[in-house]
Each structure stands twice: as C-alpha cells, then as structure tokens.
C-alpha cells in the first residue's frame, strides 16, 4: 500500500486516488462525509435505501474482496465492494486487506479509530469494514438452478441465529437461504458477522409472502419439511424411511413460537430426537442437525 502525503484536508477522491485505490490521505474523522454515510448503513432503512450494507472484521471484509473475483452462486450475483474503510492499526494486524484491495481496483480509505468505532456494532472493533452492495438475487433465478437442498427461515427473529444457519447452509452445500415473512435483515450487522463470510458464498433470498416462497418450492420440486420439537415422527426415523430423499427445502420457525400455524402447509414436520436430559435445541443447532442430515443423503457415495 502505499501512502503519498495530502495536499488538503478534504474528503473529496481525486482522479488520480480513484485511479490508485491504494493511495490515501490523512485519516478520515467520524465527521467526514463518507463516514457519515456509511454510518446510515447501520440501520436497516438506511441499507434498503441505499442499496448497500456494512461487511464488519478481517474475516468477512477478505471474503468479501475474495467473492470479487470468484464466481457467484446459480442465481445470484457477484458481490460489490464499493470501498473498505481501515484504521491504522487494523491495516497492521492484517496487512493482506489492502494487498487485495488494490488487486481489485477497491478504494481503501484510512479513518481514525472513533471513526471505525462509529461504524461497529461489536464491543472490540478490529478496524475493518468494507461498504458491499446488497445482493438482489430472485427466487425464481434461484429455485431454477434445481438445487437439492435450501433452508427457508420463516418469521426468524434473531439475528445471530439467521447468520449461524446462512453459515450452516453454505457448509452442507445448500443452494440458498430463503428468509420468508416477517423475517431478521440477513445483512444486519450481527447477521452478517454470525455467517462468517457465507452471505458471500450463496443467495439470500428475502420475501415477505411466505406461502409463494413455500410454493415456490414445490413448483421447484422441492418436498417441505418442518423442523418441529413436538412431531410424531423424528429426523432419523424419516432418514431410514427415505423420507429425506430428493430436492428438499427445510423449514425453521421462530424461536418463540415455532412453525405455528405453517406446520399445516408443509409435506413433514419432524423432530430432531433429544436422547439425553436436555428440554430441547436452540434453532441454530437443530438447523445444523436438520441439513446436515439432508446434506448426507445428498452427497451419499451411491447417490
């Protein structure tokens, strides 16, 4: 990286930074403009508005300038770094983040560590985020790439919980993630930190109709089946009976009231067997279960 002294005190690019997006100025303050603006990006009106989210850390501000360069997932889109912002001591710990950016033509911008700490949603920032675009994948384009197996979050409500199952899905080689209904913002910042990279590795599908993205799957030839704690049948009882065989698009509910209601537009609900004394799983993890086990009828030798 290198660094050329200013000239002036502004946070206007010139051509000539735009030309050589490792090239910066002083740091820029919390009160800078392009500060200012990313800060919006906090809040989830202000990603819809303008179309952008924060990718926060080494971990997912790398993935994101690696998924540059890779190819995108059937469906989706190639992800968009619009800038990285580092601080000092960030670009210290991890020396590799501007090497990428100027191999990918991004603008790395250095700004103090108030200014980082403004954009941060964790409690220790590492002086890292990267300003992406927000992914508009359609679930058509998706669900027309026939994947054999998706997860759909339907009224899921936190998100820790969202971005642990988007990271789930990516490693048991899910096609996607539907969120559906009244659903967590998968680029909200926790969201984002808890998948560790992943929303940059499949589409995330977001709509409000759950019954059209239930159909949805089914015009896809996809069987849904519910993760419930109260079913009749279990996970590996239906595995035996091959019930999990072929195309499927797993359901998770919320995690205070369940699938409710939606248990009764669903192919199966099944329970994931609790053989010791604990009263049951928390979403994430029965969600881990749940595709894993789906994930191994579809990667089976003979299959």
């Not at 930190?193 to 089914?218: K, M, N, Q, W, Y």
């Not at 849904?224 to 509910?253: C, M, Q």
């Not at 609900?269 to 029965?286: D, F, H, I, K, Q």
Request: hydrophobic letters at 40%.
């Amino acid at each position: 990286m290198s660094v050329r002294p200013s000239a002036r005190r502004s946070d206007v690019v010139s051509e000539e930074e735009m030309a050589h997006p490792g090239t910066v100025e002083t740091p820029l303050t919390e009160r800078s403009s392009r500060v200012s603006v990313a800060r919006k990006l906090t809040r989830r009106a202000g990603r819809e508005r303008a179309g952008m989210f924060l990718a926060e850390g080494a971990m997912a501000v790398t993935e994101a300038l690696d998924a540059l360069s890779g190819q995108h997932p059937p469906g989706g889109a190639p992800t968009e770094v619009r800038e990285v912002f580092a601080t000092h001591e960030g670009l210290r710990r991890h020396p590799e983040v501007a090497d990428r950016c100027s191999a990918a033509g991004v603008a790395l911008r250095i700004v103090t560590e108030r200014a980082a700490a403004t954009l941060s949603e964790t409690v220790t920032p590492q002086g890292l985020v990267a300003v992406c675009g927000l992914p508009r994948p359609s679930l058509d384009g998706v669900l027309a790439a026939r994947p054999e197996l998706v997860a759909v979050l339907s009224d899921v409500a936190d998100p820790g919980n969202a971005g642990t199952v988007v990271r789930v899905a990516d490693a048991a080689g899910a096609g996607a993630v539907l969120f559906a209904g009244d659903t967590v913002d998968p680029y909200n910042g926790k969201a984002v930190r808890a998948s560790t990279g992943s929303v940059f590795h499949l589409p995330l599908i977001r709509e409000r109709d759950v019954s059209s993205v239930f159909a949805a799957c089914r015009d896809a030839g996809m069987k849904l089946i519910g993760a419930d704690g109260e079913a009749a049948e279990d996970l590996h009882t239906a595995e035996t009976r091959g019930r999990l065989d072929g195309p499927t698009a797993w359901v998770f509910g919320s995690e205070a009231h369940g699938l409710g209601e939606r248990s009764a537009e669903l192919d199966h609900a099944l329970r994931v067997p609790v053989y010791g004394r604990a009263e049951s799983l928390n979403l994430a993890t029965a969600a881990a279960v749940c595709l894993y086990t789906s994930a191994r009828r579809v990667h089976r030798p003979e299959a």
